[in-house]
């Protein structure tokens, strides 16, 4: 599997820190943001592969954060993290496009291989609208 892009929202700094370091270890391109506006800045600037994104967090919350994501790049995909009181808003967070949740505390071997499907996801559903693309552009008049 080829190097994607992850991006961290979370509010806990050390829970944020750890992780980036231990996906870095394992060959991703990690980034993190403290909450969600400063995540909204970053995908506005960059375009994430996957996203893994704290429902729970000071100011917006997940959900709020995971709309406008799927607003600016659609195709990205995102994973909510969720602790054991707030597991409807995982469930919710699907409702409006997140690939999947998980609850928190996370072990890293669940965390990378979920991160990996959404990533595989994500590529799965770029071809298609490449694809459908370049059936459009040979269908064209020229």
Do not use: W
């Not at 060959?27 to 400063?38: F, R, Y």
């Amino acid at each position: 599997m080829s190097r994607y892009t992850v991006l961290i929202v979370d509010d806990e700094e050390e829970f944020r820190d750890m992780t980036v370091k231990r996906l870095n270890k394992r060959d991703l391109e990690c980034e993190s943001a403290s909450n969600g506006d400063v995540a909204l800045e970053m995908v506005a600037k960059k375009n994430y592969d996957v996203i893994l994104l704290d429902v729970k967090m000071p100011g917006k919350d997940g959900i709020e954060i995971l709309r406008e994501i799927k607003k600016m790049s659609p195709l990205t995909e995102v994973v909510m993290l969720t602790g054991h009181a707030s597991v409807e808003s995982g469930i919710n967070g699907i409702k409006y496009g997140a690939f999947d949740y998980l609850m928190k505390p996370i072990d890293l071997d669940p965390l990378f291989e979920k991160l990996n499907a959404a990533y595989e996801q994500k590529q799965a559903q770029e071809a298609k609208v490449e694809m459908a693309q370049t059936k459009r552009d040979m269908v064209r008049p020229g």
